[in-house]
């Protein structure tokens, strides 16, 4: 029997919910499943050398350099262990992760994708496993297509993890105003918009899957059950489904009145749907996250966010009328803006009362251009002085002013700290 090794390292500081979501599949299909989160426990060598099979999530870029670091420490003390690669930035990264690192990756939802890996290695199946890259299919130039089931979906195993007090989130207690023990869920992957910048638009493609209705309440139900007292829906936008997420959110309350909620939406989909935006207040929703980006209608429209600065105004204003705050995100240090933006940028935050509710890591936030961002594209990008890495482009601004204040702002890489616009980048 393929003994699985199923390895998170780091999902913006929650309970690891893409391995808990792969656990599931395999145990159904008879395999032997083990999980090792990194950002709690460390590295362990007995299950590294013991594992046939090593399966690293690599949801976000944060965990991209330490799950490459697992698979250099598996490949060195179990050469004989088969490494893969899943999750969102497997996705985006297949072609870069496989033959340097790993020897295979899954392009696209990887439940069934590392089933049938799994009974590949022990013999069972000879059959072309979907989503699957291998080095043979990238030395012949195969294309890459991700594999997008919408019947795949299962209940997340969370019992072979870390418990959810080993994930403690400062922001959210803050924003709920006492210590939380906080757990996370999703109601769809992918996303309908198509911001230029997001890891989310380059992994989906504007597309969205939603997972079913009764696994989502058995997963909040069991992890309630667990201690959590505070639900994160970790959506790249809520509303990619408003009546769906509404209902499940209203069935929710009425099983849990006490659990509280936050989640992550746009500005315009603030305004859009106000009345929808109060009845979240009385269902439990603590704190709305928001992408503002930076308070410029110019970085706005190259990032096609679809609205302006007056728009984030005014969804500031409305929240102010709710009993619903409103955690904002940045891009703080970006190639479009000077740093008379810079001094401008705070003054935006006092005008709107923000200081006391951002979290001060925002502060020190960089545009990220991942290796096939569409932003490379762009002559105003293309213009930089670019420096080309394994996983992605690093740029330097016009004004060398701009850079010398990012140094001076950006505190030293700390274990754990979250340095992105959300959850899902």
Request: proline letters at 6%; one cysteine or more; a negative charge.
């Amino acid at each position: 029997m393929t003994k699985t090794l199923l390895v998170s390292t780091f999902e913006g500081g929650y309970q690891p919910m893409t391995v808990a979501t792969a656990i599931t599949p395999l145990v159904d299909a008879g395999f032997d499943v083990s999980v090792m989160d990194t950002y709690v426990n460390g590295m362990q060598d007995d299950a590294f050398i013991s594992a046939d099979l090593v399966a690293i999530s690599v949801p976000l870029f944060d965990a991209l350099q330490a799950g490459i670091e697992v698979a250099k420490h598996v490949r060195n003390i179990n050469p004989h262990a088969h490494i893969t690669f899943f999750g969102q930035y497997a996705m985006i990264n297949s072609t870069r992760l496989v033959g340097t690192y790993g020897d295979s990756s899954i392009s696209g939802e990887w439940e069934d994708s590392l089933v049938g890996l799994a009974r590949q290695l022990e013999g069972r199946s000879q059959t072309e496993v979907a989503g699957l890259v291998s080095m043979q299919d990238i030395t012949r130039g195969a294309p890459i297509t991700p594999y997008r089931p919408r019947k795949h979906f299962r209940l997340p195993t969370r019992s072979l993890l870390p418990p959810l007090y080993k994930y403690p989130q400062p922001q959210v207690d803050k924003l709920c105003g006492g210590k939380q023990t906080v757990g996370s869920t999703e109601i769809a992957r992918g996303c309908h918009h198509k911001c230029l910048y997001c890891s989310v638009f380059a992994a989906y493609d504007g597309k969205v899957l939603m997972i079913p209705e009764e696994i989502i309440l058995q997963d909040v139900r069991n992890s309630v059950e667990a201690g959590m007292t505070h639900l994160t829906f970790i959506d790249a936008d809520f509303f990619n489904a408003k009546h769906y997420g509404m209902k499940i959110l209203r069935k929710l309350h009425a099983a849990f009145p006490d659990l509280t909620y936050d989640l992550t939406t746009r500005v315009d989909h603030l305004m859009e749907n106000q009345e929808a935006v109060r009845e979240m207040s009385d269902l439990g929703v603590r704190f709305i996250t928001s992408a503002l980006e930076f308070p410029s209608d110019e970085v706005l429209d190259i990032l096609v966010k679809e609205t302006s600065v007056e728009d984030i105004r005014q969804a500031i204003s409305f929240l102010r009328t709710t009993n619903i705050l409103l955690n904002p995100t940045f891009i703080m240090f970006n190639p479009w803006i000077s740093l008379e933006d810079l001094i401008d940028f705070h003054t935006f935050v006092d005008d709107n009362g923000l200081d006391n509710i951002i979290d001060p890591i925002q502060y020190e936030t960089r545009l990220h251009l991942y290796k096939g961002s569409p932003l490379l594209q762009l002559p105003s990008v293309q213009a930089l002085d670019l420096t080309e890495h394994e996983f992605h482009v690093e740029w330097k601004h016009t004004d060398p002013r701009v850079d010398e204040l990012y140094a001076q702002t950006v505190t030293p890489p700390e274990p754990g700290v979250f340095k992105r616009c959300c959850l899902k980048c």
